[in-house]
Every structure is written in structure tokens, then in C-alpha cells.
Nanobody
Framework: QVQLVESGGGLVQPGGSLRLSCAAS????????MAWYRQAPGKQRELVAT???????NHADSVKGRFTISRDYGKNTVYLQMNSLKPEDTADYYC???????????????WGQGTKVTVSS
């Protein structure tokens, strides 16, 4: 099995910064894409940023210039640096990893349990 454990959420004032981390562990042969999603109260889960196996990144328009996704391949960990936070960034943040457990077999999506980010004065 594969486990994803997120950390780094919390309460921050508008304009502040937080850094989220998500570490993958377990029966991992290789990890392809990793991503961050978020879900605000009463809203659908939305994609925030992705990073693939060679480091190519994409960020949602709503966070471009403020959030940066990065990855430590040796530690199977993905990060989300969040700067200039706004109240509308308040949400539960989830990481996802596309993982191959067995060579030559299909990949599977695994999700973390979520970490809460609250931006408020």
C-alpha cells in the first residue's frame, strides 16, 4: 500500500505564507505526477498545481505568481509554497500522487488525508 501524509496547514493572516508538504511512502516503484488540490466549504475540489516526473509544473490561474509547487524526488515528497495568501485561499488542501507499484503494470492514484488552511485576520 501507499500512504500520503500532508503537513503544514494552519491559520495565517492575509498576505502571509505557508508551506505545505506531502510525503509518500509504502510499496512504491515509481511516482509520476504529483499534485495539490483544494476544496473550500460548499465548493467542488479544484486543481491547484501539478508537477510531473521531470519537473514540469502547472499552476491554476487563481494561484499563479503566488503559489509554487516543487518536489524532492529522493524523498518522494511534494511541496506547495503559498505566498500572499488571500481569504479565498481558505480550504482543505489535498495532495495526490500517480504511483506505479509494480513494473509494467498500471498506475494508481493515491490521495492524502488533507490539511486545513485558513486565511483570516
Amino acid at each position: 500500500q501507499v500512504q500520503l501524509v500532508e503537513s503544514g496547514g494552519g491559520l495565517v493572516q492575509p498576505g502571509g505564507s505557508l508551506r505545505l508538504s506531502c510525503a509518500a511512502s509504502g510499496s512504491i516503484f515509481s511516482i509520476y505526477d504529483m499534485a495539490w488540490y483544494r476544496q473550500a466549504p460548499g465548493k467542488q475540489r479544484e486543481l491547484v498545481a501539478t508537477i510531473n516526473a521531470v519537473g514540469t509544473t502547472n499552476h491554476a490561474d487563481s494561484v499563479k505568481g503566488r503559489f509554487t509547487i516543487s518536489r524532492d524526488y529522493g524523498k518522494n515528497t511534494v511541496y506547495l509554497q503559498m505566498n500572499s495568501l488571500k481569504p479565498e485561499d481558505t480550504a482543505d488542501y489535498y495532495c495526490k500522487a500517480v504511483v506505479k507499484i509494480t513494473p509494467g503494470r498500471n498506475t494508481f492514484d493515491y490521495w492524502g488525508q488533507g490539511t486545513k488552511v485558513t486565511v483570516s485576520s
